[in-house]
């Protein structure tokens, strides 16, 4: 059993193995998409590795975080669709 | 915000296999080597995740050879700016990294590119190496319908690393044309190595139809993709599906070289034997120079590493094996040439430009990416272009201009630091 890292994710408490990403985090939990788009579309994850932008989050108050190039950690406050 | 200041003899940005080659070479010349990556592990793309348990022999082997090196890996900061000659700037989380040195090496990689079509801004529909890149990252995939589309060898391998870790693939969706995967077929028996991995491949991948002259031509669902809508000739049909997993091949990310200065050709960086660029002390390895896969990253880096570490004689046996490899990049190339009949994908609402939510329609009332930019603002969101300025440039012919300074999002401290003049040149406080 790998260890677990228990962050909040909107609010919610996640766990998730050690060395999941933000963006995977998000999408196990069933939240399903990262942001709003300029005309409100729900989007999420497209390029993996921090080129798209589409992923961005806020994390620990720091916003417009590239979600997939973050490692998740203990006490982690992420929020979506800021 | 801790600010930090480094000086190496090289520093290379970049921390895939073709930098972990060059940190590697450089080093056991007995020069000090800095290594940058916005990732927090090295790996880059085809070896993420990778750095606690190799999955090959030879990453294995790569990872070995870098810890054994004392090189100084600056984690999870972006290059975003020149401070000066010689200086580079990058972000992290909590810090600003003023990045200082006498040789530097590129080894920026390569990005997927992305084509519009109705639909492809979802939730679930992504690149074909983005959803590696998240299965690679934690996201379960076990049980889920995926289809692969787009064009390139990545799809095939990408499919390959999804099967085994439980996704049902329901088929591969290749644009190129049959003669041309046969031709490509055939030219595959004059590199065994590559002929092996793709015999390997073929066999992890049974049971999954490889369909060639096959594309999406939409993605539908209410608030992610539910289903998605094929074409094969004159065969249209639509599969449910968790997961579409689209790219059309790679573009080399050459954003910084061209910040620095550094002549393009055809989209590629110019290097020269050495695989130094037209900016004298300035090398370029992998993807960027064209792209060419991991034997011709992990060759190219080693060659930088030793030319940089002013051991040019040590890299002089590689070059056969680069001179093999490059035939094999431009054989890819020709194979998976984009057909013209994907410029007909979008429908008037598409969206092009991601960030800024501008569509089809808007676009192809301009007729050059400066005129687009300035009335639609596409390629002027956080991405800089780097999705919408490769689809741009196939749908409409445009050449998208280099990118500016800072190369990416940069914090405002962060782009105090960078400014020509006012706070100076030290980001000391």
Redesign the interface.
Known sequence: MPETCTLSIDGARVS??Q???V???V??SGV???RR???G??????????????C?VT?NG?P???S????CEHGMEVRTND | MTDAVRSFDVLIVGAGPAGIAAACAASECGRTVGMVDDNPTPGGQNWRGEAPTPNTAESAAWYRRLLAAEIDFVRGASVFAQLGSGVLLAESADAIHELRYAKLILATGARERFLPFPGWTLPNVMGAGGLQALVKSGLPISGMRVIVAGSGPLLLAVAAYLKKHGARVLLIAEQATRARLVRFAAGLLRYPGKLFQGMEMRRSLSGIPYLSDCWTVSAEGKDKLERATLRQRQKIWTLECDYLACGFHLVPNTELAELLGCELREGSVRVDEWQETSVAGVFCAGEPTGIGGLELALAEGQITGYAAAGQPDTARPIFSERRKLRRFALLLEETFRLRKELKSLPGAETIVCRCEDVTFERLRRHNSWRAAKLETRCGMGPCQGRVCGAAAEFLFGWQAEPVRPPVFPASVEALAVSAPSGSGSSIRD
């Open positions: 998730v193995p060395g999941t990403t963006a995977a985090a999408l196990l399903p998409g990262l788009s300029v005309r579309e729900q989007r999420g994850p497209l390029c993996g590795m921090g080129i798209c932008f589409e961005r994390i720091r417009h975080a590239r997939c190039q973050v490692v």
